[in-house]
């Protein structure tokens, strides 16, 4: 066995093949070799952060934009059990998530005595983990962590949903043999055949196909091919809430994104009128689909996810996205005329630089006045009515947690996004989420990351109070925000007007090296048209009116 090197170099090796860029982490007593042995291999960045949550958010963000695979390195127990929130996120949204977890060595676990961090057994962190990963490993005999590693890195990578790696400090620098590349798996060519034949049927008999795109085909690396497909069947293109982004820029007939009553009405009667709705990477969740209101009829509909073909009330099952795009493009099925001219989506612009008090939407016309002037920058959005506002904002790349909605992604996942790509995002976060994470921006004058931050300060639960108006628990008070921006290294500015605004946004974006935060104070009660319009249908949906 070729023993050249130690079980953490091999699988920082491993990791950077399979599209790791960098490691996000908090160092703990149990995953300190680790750590040792990676800031001295150098082979992937270790940028550290201040508690576990940002770590998870950050590595989440950097595969979402980046591609490849995202790293989180933490502790046992206090440290791996923080990450519980942000790993549950990425396996509902299918982010491909690699969690490196240190463990008690094998002498501490032979020991008489309950160990620190530990909760029921030794092996309860792991049972945990089970839950929200899709496959682990636990790297305790040098002879078996090649083969597990090579797993668990494959799946990850193929079902683009979070795995957990358990590495015991004991074991962090015995000799191991590197870890060997998987064959790519194979499919059905049969069935692939057979599920295209059907799907290009059902679309030549249609008179008003749209195709729908959904975040699987980020997920997976497979947005240059739906761009290709949407071009050669030259139909409506649609994206859902969580695709928001999805295709721009590619040359697509783009109407906008589907929100059912709570949106456009124009999207709306394309998707819920369409005879033909080809859905392409598309997860059927509540917030892609609960405001349509039952509108769509599901005899229509040609669903691909998860690995399957849902055609009317039956299914194909192993059939990847990735075969089903490659079939249909080499189908033949082509427009039987050039592609309609998308009618264009109208972003709100040109803020009125008055002394009117800002609202939400305001704050959209002054993004999409600064993306005009100074160019694109992607979005990173928290969840709450800053996450509403975002969907005014011009056809940028977005992030966002769309479907399992936990606050405190927005700014940890902005720094994730930069050390990936060496863009600057725009960051958009409520107060209450800035409260809980939004301390992580104390790390940008280490690591050289300067992102706009705009905070929506309404002193309180907004989104929630959209719902509960009159509940005393929403309520946060005043933090003042801004005024802390400098004692993290930043530049911050308080803002009340929209003349104010607009100055802020222009200084903002001409000013880099140091991060800069905009607090916007919203008055009492304001809140986003598309916000306002999501809560009445949600009432709707829910017998609350």
Not at 400 to 414: D, N, S
Not at 449 to 454: G, H, K, N, Q, Y
Request: proline letters at 7%; hydrophobic letters at 45%.
């Amino acid at each position: 066995m070729d023993t050249s090197t130690n079980l953490t170099r091999a699988l920082l090796a491993a990791l950077q093949a399979h599209g790791a860029r960098e490691i996000f982490g908090l160092p703990g007593d149990f995953i300190l070799p680790f750590f040792i042995e990676a800031e001295e291999a150098g082979t992937l960045p270790l940028y550290t952060l201040s508690h576990e949550p940002g770590v998870g958010f950050a590595a989440d963000a950097a595969t979402r934009y980046g591609g490849g695979i995202g790293v989180a390195a933490v502790t046992y127990g206090a440290g791996a059990l923080n990450l519980v929130n942000p790993v549950a996120a990425a396996y509902a949204e299918k982010v491909p998530l690699v969690v490196v977890s240190g463990a008690p060595g094998a002498r501490e676990r032979a020991g008489s005595l309950l160990l620190h961090h530990q909760v029921r057994s030794i092996d309860s962190q792991l049972t945990i983990f089970r839950e929200i990963t899709c496959d682990q490993a636990v790297l305790d005999d040098p002879g078996t962590a090649p083969a597990l590693i090579a797993r668990v890195l494959a799946r990850c990578v193929r079902e683009s949903r979070p795995v957990y790696i358990e590495l015991p400090r004991d074991m962090a620098r015995v000799p191991c043999a590197p870890v060997p590349t998987l064959a790519e798996p194979t499919w059905d060519r049969d069935a692939v055949a057979a599920c295209v034949r059907e799907v290009t049927a059902r679309l030549r008999a249609a008179q008003r196909p749209v195709l729908v795109v959904g975040i699987e085909l980020r997920r997976l690396g497979l947005e240059e091919q739906a761009a290709r497909l949407a071009r050669q069947l030259g139909v409506p293109v649609v994206t859902t809430v969580m695709g928001r982004g999805l295709l721009a820029g590619r040359g697509v007939p783009l109407l906008g994104t589907y929100l059912g009553g709570a949106g456009d009405p124009l999207v709306a009667d394309a998707v819920e009128e369409s005879d033909a709705l080809l859905m392409l990477g598309v997860l059927p969740t509540d917030t892609n689909f609960a405001v349509a209101d039952g509108r769509i009829d599901q005899r229509h509909t040609l669903m691909a996810t998860e690995g399957k073909v849902f055609v009317d009330h039956h299914v194909y099952p192993a059939i990847p996205l990735a075969a089903l795009l490659e079939g249909l493009l080499d189908s033949g099925l082509r427009a039987p005329a050039p592609a309609p001219e998308a009618p264009g989506r109208h972003c709100p612009c040109d803020l009125h630089a008055d002394g009117a008090p800002v609202w939400p939407l305001d704050i959209a016309r002054g993004i999409n006045d600064m993306l005009a002037t100074h160019g694109r920058m992607p979005v990173v959005s928290d969840m709450g009515d800053c996450f509403f506002t975002a969907l005014d904002i011009e056809d940028a790349d977005l992030l966002a947690p769309g479907y399992y909605a936990t606050m405190g992604y927005g700014v940890p996942a902005g720094l994730g996004l930069q050390a990936r790509t060496g863009e600057r995002p725009v960051i958009l976060v409520g107060d209450g989420a800035f409260q809980m994470t939004g301390w992580e921006l104390g790390h940008c004058r280490r690591h050289g990351w300067d992102p706009i931050v705009i905070v929506f300060n309404n002193a309180g639960w907004g989104m929630l109070r959209s719902f509960e108006p009159d509940a005393c628990f929403n309520e946060l008070g005043d933090w003042h925000l801004a005024a802390m921006a400098a004692g993290l290294g930043g530049d911050g500015v308080r803002v009340r007007t929209r003349a104010e605004l607009a100055q802020a946004l222009q200084h903002a974006a001409t000013t880099r090296g140091r991060f800069q935060m905009i607090e916007v104070m919203l008055p009492l009660g304001a809140q986003s048209d598309t916000l306002a319009r999501f809560v009445a249908a949600a009432r709707r949906r829910n017998g609350m009116c």
